[in-house]
């Protein structure tokens, strides 16, 4: 059994289609690794232990009889809960939707179970996406597996935890402003934010339209682009998908790229930043010179991060994220209202208005309660322009920045996060702080860029140090291989977490 | 009811709201059809669950463009679409998807024309699209049922400028839009599905001593008969003038600015809707789950092409082509296919004003039986034309061809074969009609001598021989050759 | 910009977003919401004169369905998550009329 845990999910798949284990095994396997640790965990919302037993069976049935059993032939999954499924509950981690039983299933995940992976379950994440920490989860915090007293980031902070923990193979997360980049890096696992529009969309429930994406969290930077290879394309159903095919990631992966110019923004490294980060992603930047990359100082402007008054952080680029997400969130959250699905107020409420209004007030927590009334703020009559307009103009300015940027080179490599994983509790009192979290991802998702999250090693206290790769649109395959020559030169891959082996 | 010397101006603007005709909704491919069971045409993107997405329908884009150009306006190369957010229940995401600052179309203007024969001009301000929301049934008395079979229907909101000044105008501007949406195929308009609904926007502006004072302006939601809209505007025009009166100086745009007031039908009324007051804050933004529409020159003028005439240009052209009468081509012109039946009738040799008789004869009398148009019927061009010459060339007269045209509707033999097999064609033999001639003269010797004496008796004595011979035949002889015996056999 | 958000600004972000407030919680986000305004009142330090706004990431343009009809739900699928039914409606309490 040891061992099948330790497969990545190519060796598993191979494996699999081989003969040489079955997907039920597997299954198996992995069912028996959540049970182990999930109590000390808790990265799953729901366990579908005996779908997915049927699932692998089927893909078992397939391999014996000959038939093509597809790219993740038996590779256990686990499904972010923000993506509806025709089976179980997709619940957002939301009391609003705790029973909410989905129709119909998201393409990506789809697309996953066409290819032959089996569905393990829907895991935890902060409600509606809506955090750095899932600790806004509306049913119970995840931990991290590293240190089981701090957060696993967030918002994908179940599907990081439990790659990480081994308790799936691999994960699919989604990505707003670093939901997936930023817990994988807490997890000391990759994860990809692609280009909006490469992955649909479609059964994602929404919370910044404009810049969700669903990405794969994996255990190594192989698995990332199998996954991806899977998951992208186009889908007629989302109409911001686009319609040139994805290519086969995989194929290329460890083709160096030749004279890589590697970018790195000088905004980025300031007093804001943990100093082992800072060194860890130095580090890597060396590597990549002895590889025969070349390294060039450019700038982000509106990226940048200044110390205001009284010592705290701001940025053009936080603030103007957190406007265009919450002013989206406010009103792609107005559908939970207690009428054609989910919670409603117990409470006898003679009119619609209070039946809304209790119905919500019930069903969101505090985080999703703020973001929304925010959100209604900054469009409303008056404040649209100083705000929600002013912000659309800002983010052209983020994405130019960029532009000008990539003409000088490749990919950036920057932090994911500021600091390494933190304990529960110690942002939650300050909202602000913890927005602050996001501050080097969120501009790859205002500029639609793809950024690759993955490990630079670990810090003296023993927790995984990320690092981000970011290109232009459309550039994942080169961020794969970019990310490949590192993890080769450098041995940092499939990080385990000591709780897998106690 | 206006006091001596007060000049009194109702200022109107009309907001139209037209489901399109489409086989499926604006955003999912749910079916677009009135009266089927409650919440059957319904998907996750109409019910608006988690993770939906939209993908606009091309062929009501198609169609919003379409009666944008037939209303004269200029199409947007580029247009986008926004939220509009409130909460109702009919209304499943609690934000409709709209177009807020880039309408499809704008600046245009539709010909209306009036009762008095006279042609208004109404200025169009924009016709943009958007999803209708489902419907509220009230029935139960403790609460509401909502059905979302209509949520996401495609609706284009036609919005004029305040050129109307009279619940007459109004009416005809209605009406006209009616037939022109109809005409284009665009929109079946039928006010008993609720394919349009009124919005109007009512003020007066009344002059006194030299001095012009505004009363505020009212808005009247969700019309949706010509009746409920005629009866608001009058009752809209006659209580501002009695507020105003009551306090010209109190009852003032400046002062109360603009009111929404809803129609109650059983009273016939208008009241004050304080509720819709609250939160006229509608938060618009650009919907991040759709893509711009862009409108090249060549995809609009392709669609510009499929308009043809239009039914002012044709009634016009009636008129002056055809000599018919104002009414008849005004008649001929509520649809397009009557029209088309009509022409098609002429280019294939037929006299136009014997087949308009045919069509506002027996054709609006069956049409009127089978509550339809006339070209729906069942009559072909080709039956009406032959008909038509058949009159012409004094084969059939008027009563037999009245008989074929009903023979007509329910086949589709010639008329010319139901007229042999009916035995409605007019005998042109003359021996069997000089046998008929001859029977009526040694029948009636007195009226024979008054056509022989000639003098002012002759003609109607010559007259009700004819008529004697006729009857004999049974209508079938071709009076032109019973007189011509007649008159040999007589000797003038 | 809005620093100041004072308890009746509070109440009526409340309404407009239909969610019922406590004081406890009115209080608290006045102070939250101003706190987090005032971080994004940065952007005011730029100037945006010239630049149009951004509002989407993609450069896509008519995405646009054929007019065909495809599956809807059954009946029982559309009104099987709703929390209270009336035969083939949704529920709610007495409303007026229809909002279009
Ligand atoms: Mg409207
Ligand atoms: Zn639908």
């Known amino acids: 059994m040891e061992d099948i845990l330790n497969l990545s999910a190519l060796q598993l798949r191979d494996a699999v289609a081989s003969g040489q284990t079955s997907a039920a095994e597997a299954t198996v396997a992995y069912l028996a690794a959540i049970e182990k640790t999930e109590p000390r965990i808790s990265a799953f919302n729901e366990v579908l232990a005996e779908r997915a037993i049927g699932q692998a069976k089927k893909v078992d049935a397939d391999v014996q009889a000959g038939r093509q059993p597809g790219p993740l032939a038996g590779v256990p999954v686990a499904i972010k809960d923000n993506m509806c499924t025709s089976y179980g509950l997709t619940t957002c981690s939301s009391k609003i939707l705790a029973n909410f039983q989905a129709p119909y299933t998201a393409t990506a995940v789809a697309r996953l179970e066409a290819a032959g992976a089996v569905i393990l379950g829907k895991t935890n994440l902060d409600e509606f996406a809506m955090g750095s920490s899932t600790e806004n989860s509306g049913f119970k915090p995840t931990r991290n597996p590293w240190d089981t007293d701090l957060v696993p980031g967030g918002s994908s902070g179940g599907s990081a935890a439990a790659v990480s923990a081994r308790q799936c193979a691999a994960a699919l997360g989604s990505d707003t402003g670093g939901s997936i980049r930023q817990p994988a890096a807490f997890c000391g696992v990759v994860g990809l934010k692609p280009t909006y529009g490469r992955v649909s969309r479609y059964g994602l429930v929404a919370y910044g339209s404009s810049l969700d994406q669903i990405g794969p969290i994996t255990r190594d930077v192989a698995d990332c682009a199998l996954l991806m290879s899977v998951i992208a394309g186009h889908d007629p159903k989302d109409s911001t998908s686009v319609p040139n095919e994805a290519a086969d990631y995989l194929a290329s992966i460890d083709t160096p790229v030749e004279k890589l110019r590697i970018g790195m923004p000088k905004e980025f490294y300031s007093d804001a930043l943990d100093s082992e980060i800072s060194a860890a992603v130095g580090a890597a930047a060396e590597a990549y010179k002895s590889l025969g990359a070349e390294i060039v100082e450019l700038s982000l402007p509106h990226s940048r991060i200044d110390r205001g008054s009284g010592g705290r952080l701001s940025s053009y680029a936080v603030a103007c994220y957190y406007i265009v997400a919450m002013a989206e969130a406010s009103s792609n959250l107005a559908r939970y209202d207690g009428v054609h699905y989910g919670h409603r107020t117990p409470a006898k409420a003679d009119n619609i208005v209070d039946l809304y209004s209790r119905t919500r007030a019930e069903g969101f927590g505090e985080e999703v309660k703020r973001r929304i009334m925010l959100g209604t703020y900054t469009l409303s009559a008056g404040y649209y322009d100083a705000y929600y307009n002013k912000a659309l103009k800002v983010r052209r300015l983020i994405a130019e920045d960029f532009g000008k940027a990539f003409a000088r080179c490749h990919v950036l490599l920057s932090p994911v996060s500021p600091t390494p994983a933190f304990r529960l509790g110690e942002k939650t009192a300050d909202p602000l702080t913890m927005y602050l979290a996001d501050i080097y991802t969120i501009s790859a998702n205002l500029a639609g860029l793809p950024g690759l999250s993955l490990p630079a090693g670990l810090a003296a206290t023993g927790l995984p140090v990320g690092m981000q790769l970011i290109g232009p649109v459309f550039s994942e395959e080169l961020l794969f291989r970019a990310a490949r020559m590192y993890e080769k030169a450098s041995g940092v891959t499939r990080l385990t977490p000591k709780i897998v082996n106690n | ?492 | 910009m809005g620093k100041t958000i004072d308890i009746d600004l509070v109440r009526h972000i409340g309404r407009l977003s239909r969610i019922e407030l406590t004081d406890e919680q009115a209080e608290t986000f006045s102070a939250q919401l101003a706190d987090i305004l005032e971080f994004f009142d940065k952007l005011q330090e730029l100037d945006t004169e010239n630049i149009e706004p951004q509002a989407s990431a993609v450069s896509l343009q008519n995405v646009l369905a054929d007019d065909v009809p495809a599956d809807s739900l059954t009946t029982d699928q559309a009104l099987d998550n709703a929390p209270a039914r009336d035969g083939d409606f949704f529920k709610v309490p007495k409303v007026i009329g229809d909002s279009q």
């Open chain 2, 1 to 492: 009811m206006t006091e001596t010397n007060d000049i009194v101006k109702p200022v109107i603007g009309l907001e139209i709201h037209v489901e399109l005709a489409t086989a499926t909704k604006m955003f999912c491919r749910c079916r677009n059809r009135f009266g089927d069971r409650p919440n059957t045409n319904v998907c996750i993107v109409c019910i608006g669950m988690p993770g939906a997405l939209p993908v606009m329908n091309k062929k009501a884009v198609e169609y919003a463009i379409k009666v944008g150009l037939a209303m004269n306006c200029g199409v947007a190369g580029f247009t986008k679409w926004d939220r509009k957010s409130y909460y109702y229940p009919d209304l499943p995401k609690n934000y409709q998807i709209s177009q807020y600052d880039l309408p499809l179309s704008a600046a245009g203007h539709l010909e209306v024309p009036l009762p008095d024969g006279s042609i208004k001009k109404v200025r169009i301000l924009r016709a943009h699209l958007e999803e209708d929301a489902g419907k509220n049934i009230h029935t139960a008395a403790a609460h509401t049922g909502v059905d979302l079979n209509r949520a996401g229907v495609p609706l284009l909101e036609i919005v004029s400028e305040p050129d109307l000044n009279s619940t007459d105008e109004v009416l005809a501007y209605a009406r006209a839009t009616q037939r022109l949406v109809r005409w284009l195929g665009a929109s079946e308009a039928n006010m008993q599905m609720g394919h349009m609904r009124f919005e109007p926007n009512i003020n007066l502006h009344i002059i006194r001593k030299g001095r012009c004072y505004k009363t505020p302006i009212c808005e009247v939601k969700n019309l949706n008969s010509f009746r409920a809209l005629e009866r608001t505007v009058q009752y809209e025009i006659d209580r501002q003038y009695a507020e105003w009166l009551a306090e010209p100086e109190g009852y003032s745009l400046d002062k109360l600015g603009k009111q929404n007031r809803g129609y109650d039908d059983s009273a016939g009324k208008t009241v004050f809707q304080r509720e819709k007051e609250e939160a006229h804050d509608y938060r618009y933004f650009p919907e991040p789950d759709l893509v711009p529409v862009v409108v090249s020159d060549q995809w609009r003028e392709s669609i510009r092409a499929t308009i043809g005439e239009l039914p002012l240009a044709r009634r016009a052209r009636y008129m002056k082509d055809y000599k018919l009468s104002f009414e008849d081509a005004d008649a001929l012109t509520q649809d397009a296919a009557t029209g088309d039946l009509l022409d098609t009738a002429v280019k294939a040799g037929a006299d136009a004003k014997r087949c308009t008789n045919l069509l506002l004869g027996r054709g609006a009398a069956i049409a009127n039986e089978q509550g339809c148009t006339i070209a729906r019927i069942g009559v072909t061009a080709e039956q009406l034309a032959e008909l038509a010459k058949m009159l012409q060339a004094g084969q059939v007269n008027a009563t037999a061809a009245d008989r074929v045209f009903q023979k007509m509707v329910q086949t589709n033999q010639s008329p010319g074969s139901i007229a042999e097999s009916e035995g409605l064609l007019a005998v042109t033999d003359t021996r069997r009609i000089e046998a008929w001639v001859d029977q009526v003269i040694s029948a009636n010797p007195q009226a024979v001598e008054d056509v022989r004496s000639g003098g002012k008796k002759q003609d109607k004595a010559l007259g009700f021989l004819t008529g004697r011979v006729m009857q004999l035949s049974g209508g079938a002889a071709q009076p032109k050759e019973v007189q011509r015996l007649l008159r040999k056999k007589l000797g003038t």
